[in-house]
């Protein structure tokens, strides 16, 4: 099925619903038992079926069924934010005196996160250029259990060199981690690409109006069988203790997801909310319209700065002037590249009062809304950073980013051409 369909009708069936067209909010905390059998077979996992909501809840459920079909994996499985999936996909891996590899190009909370964070758990992080990945097989050892990347990154826009990365994990059976936030599932899908597991900050497109936080992490179809005789992943294949020495990879379901939700799930809790998993699923409806339209509008705007005499430069993989424009072309849908867009103003002054005087604009450090954002990072989320470390991260004085929303571009252009006058 096509992805704009799946994202409508995917893992609901309306006659578990009361028929409602509507997915139900099912707002409960537990679920009764038939009886003390059922309960234990739901705990022997000799039968599946809800127990509590930390674990598993029947809308949140569809949330991830349809995931898993629009992204084409196995399964999938919510929580509480992108940085919660970001986290349990390398804690279902990683353990103290292990490492993984990381992209020059991230997130700044999945920087934080993976290079300082999870190094007090004993994991350390090796960082990779991942617009060529020349660096990355050299910093493979036996010890190295992820390798992360994100597909379209944030803030920097820049497109990892995909198909490289995977080739390098797929020779050294080393798992690869892709967060695909802000490519969205509806422009690019990793999987088909080769990627082991798929993350998403589910708060930015797939919500898409800024009402809710959440994440979702993705497995591709075959991983029990990656898992089932390696010594790298042993914790896959030898009893878990915690769980009266189930052995993971002789459960016949999707072994990566199965064990985020018993033991990572069980254990640090963060579920997604059962409302929330409901606003998603409204968001995930309409995502490919939009994420469309976000990026037609997007290239406009860029098109309009790239002209303009007081913008230095404009970075957006949608121009040909680019040097992310082939990636985009390979990998993305009719080279859309979304709504993410940056460029350079004069000068710090000019980069500031752009932000002041943009009125359609909000002041914002979110993305993927269907109101434009605007910020100026080197004086708001940048700002603890020293300057040298700032250029080095892609991000200068004089940068400006734009997460560019539905509204008519005739409009953002106009708010952009006084701002910049
Ligand atoms: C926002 C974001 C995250 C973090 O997600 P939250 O839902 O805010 O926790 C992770 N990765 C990327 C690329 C993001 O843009």
Redesign the pocket.
């Known amino acids: 099925m096509q992805k704009e369909t799946i994202a409508l009708h995917g893992g609901y069936n309306k006659k578990d619903g009361y028929g409602t067209m509507s997915v139900p909010i099912a707002q409960t905390t537990a679920y009764a038992f038939r009886d003390a059998e059922h309960a234990a077979n739901l705990f022997a996992l000799k039968e599946l079926g809800p127990i509590y909501t930390r674990l598993t809840n029947p809308t949140t459920d569809v949330l991830e069924q349809r995931y898993a079909e629009l992204e084409g994996g196995a399964a999938a499985i919510c929580v509480s934010?992108?940085?919660?999936a970001?986290f349990y996909a390398i804690a279902n891996v990683a353990e103290a005196g292990d490492n993984i590899i990381i992209s020059d190009k991230l997130?700044g909370?999945?920087v934080t996160l993976l290079t300082h964070t999870i190094k007090r758990f004993g994991i350390t992080a090796k960082v990779f250029k991942s617009a060529d990945a020349a660096d990355l097989e050299e910093q493979i050892d036996e010890n190295t259990k992820a390798i992360f990347f994100?597909s379209l990154?944030?803030p920097q826009i820049a497109i990892a060199d995909i198909e490289n990365i995977v080739s390098i994990a797929q020779k050294h059976k080393v798992l690869t981690i892709c967060?695909n936030?802000?490519a969205s599932a509806a422009l690019f899908n990793p999987i088909k690409w080769g990627v082991d597991v798929v993350v998403h900050?589910?708060?930015?497109y797939t919500n898409g109006q800024g009402s809710a936080?959440?994440?979702i992490i993705i497995e591709r179809d075959g991983l029990n069988e990656f898992f089932k005789d390696s010594k790298r992943y042993y914790h896959f294949n030898t009893p878990d203790e915690s769980y009266h020495g189930l052995v993971y990879t002789e459960v016949p379901l999707p072994n990566f997801c199965l064990r985020v939700r018993l033991a990572l799930l069980r254990d640090i809790g963060a579920s997604q909310a059962p409302h929330n998993s409901w606003l998603l699923i409204q968001g995930l409806e309409t995502l490919s319209l939009r994420v469309d339209k976000h990026s037609d509008s997007t290239l406009e705007i860029a098109k309009y700065l790239e002209s303009h005499p007081k913008v230095k430069s404009v970075n957006y993989p949608g121009l040909e002037s680019n040097e992310n424009y082939n990636k985009a072309q390979k990998y993305f849908k009719d080279g859309k590249a979304s709504g993410l867009i940056s460029f350079e103003a004069e000068n710090y002054d000019e980069a500031k009062k752009i932000i002041d005087t943009a009125k359609l604009f909000s002041v914002v450090v979110n993305?993927g809304d269907s109101k434009s954002l605007i910020v100026h990072p080197a004086s708001t989320t940048h700002s603890q950073i020293p300057e040298d470390e700032l250029i080095e991260a892609g991000i200068n004085p004089t940068t400006v980013r734009l997460s560019i929303g539905l509204e008519n571009p005739i409009d953002l252009i106009e708010d952009l051409e006084q701002a910049l006058a």
Do not use: F, P, R
């Open positions: 934010s992108g940085q919660s970001i997130y909370g999945a994100e990154s944030n967060d936030t802000v900050s589910t708060s930015k936080i959440g994440g993305i």
